[in-house]
């Protein structure tokens, strides 16, 4: 199989990751900063994004975070204890359980955020630029080489029964 990218692409996508690893790191340090980890700003945040006056489940958090559900739990019990989150049982369904935002959490997370968002303002451009390189590189190399042909179900057949007597 040969290689047809060329420099300029694996520059492109070397670039693309260096970007993101720059954002992630910058959102990262200023969590710690502040006194968490990065999963709980995480999860403060898909918290904070539910619409006002409708509480999460742990189902609704799982799926948006795309995390399993024992970090999900775990990361909650913590900011329970911590007084960030509250969790109530839904009377609708004794089984399910109500996440929501308490104020001490909103107070924690909206000044972390706008750091965050700050920190964006400053790095987006570049991050644009380089996302803009990165597809632009993508999309030539994609129209210049043709998808490999799909093997029929057929073309396996024989696998499963043995060759064919001659």
Same mark, same amino acid.
């Given at each position: 199989m040969t290689d047809d990218l060329g420099f300029a692409e694996y520059t492109a996508l070397a670039a693309f990751h260096d970007q993101l690893q720059q954002t992630i790191e910058s959102t990262t340090t200023r969590t710690r900063q502040a006194g968490l980890q990065p999963l709980t700003f995480m999860l403060l945040v898909a918290?904070?994004?539910?619409?006002?006056? +409708?509480p999460a489940? +742990?189902?609704?958090?799982?799926?948006?975070? *795309? @995390?399993?559900?024992?970090?999900?739990?775990?990361?909650?019990?913590?900011?329970?204890?911590?007084?960030?989150?509250? $969790?109530?049982?839904?009377? !609708?369904? *004794?089984? $399910?359980?109500? +996440?929501?935002?308490?104020? !001490?959490?909103?107070? @924690?997370?909206?000044?972390? !955020?706008?750091?965050?968002? *700050?920190?964006?303002?400053?790095?987006?451009?570049?991050?644009?630029?380089?996302?803009?390189?990165v597809l632009s590189h993508a999309a030539a190399n994609a129209a210049r080489t043709q998808p490999p042909a799909r093997a029929d179900i057929s073309d396996f057949a024989w696998r499963a029964v043995?060759? !064919?007597? +001659?």
């Open positions: 918290l904070r994004r539910q619409p006002p006056g +409708i489940t +742990i189902g609704q958090l799982v799926d948006a975070l *795309r @995390w399993n559900r024992s970090e999900v739990v775990e990361l909650l019990d913590d900011l329970v204890r911590r007084g960030f989150v509250a $969790r109530t049982r839904d009377k !609708a369904d *004794r089984r $399910r359980f109500l +996440i929501s935002l308490t104020p !001490a959490g909103e107070q @924690w997370l909206t000044p972390l !955020a706008k750091d965050v968002l *700050r920190d964006l303002v400053v790095s987006g451009p570049d991050l644009l630029r380089t996302v803009r390189v043995g060759s !064919a007597p +001659i």
